[in-house]
């Protein structure tokens, strides 16, 4: 079960990073406005908000064990 949601964590912040990239961030776009914060801004808040929730998930149940662990 940890491998799955693994896999489907990395396909998630993968697929985040390739959306944003090539279609969020691709315009300089101000409109429209959350709180009067310009739309290019508020998103990349979103985006790494995302990612770095995805990541703490990630390493709470990151699939491999040390092997040094006792």
């Not at 959306?19 to 808040?45: C, H, M, Q, Y």
């Not at 990151?62 to 006792?70: L, S």
């Amino acid at each position: 079960m940890k491998l799955k949601i693994w896999k489907l964590l990395v396909l998630f912040v993968s697929a985040l990073c390739i959306i944003s990239f090539l279609f969020i961030f691709r315009e300089n776009k101000a409109v429209p406005e959350l709180f009067g914060i310009p739309f290019i801004f508020w998103s990349g808040f979103l985006v790494t908000f995302l990612v770095v929730v995805s990541t703490y998930i990630a390493s709470r149940i990151f699939p491999f064990e040390d092997p040094k662990k006792p």
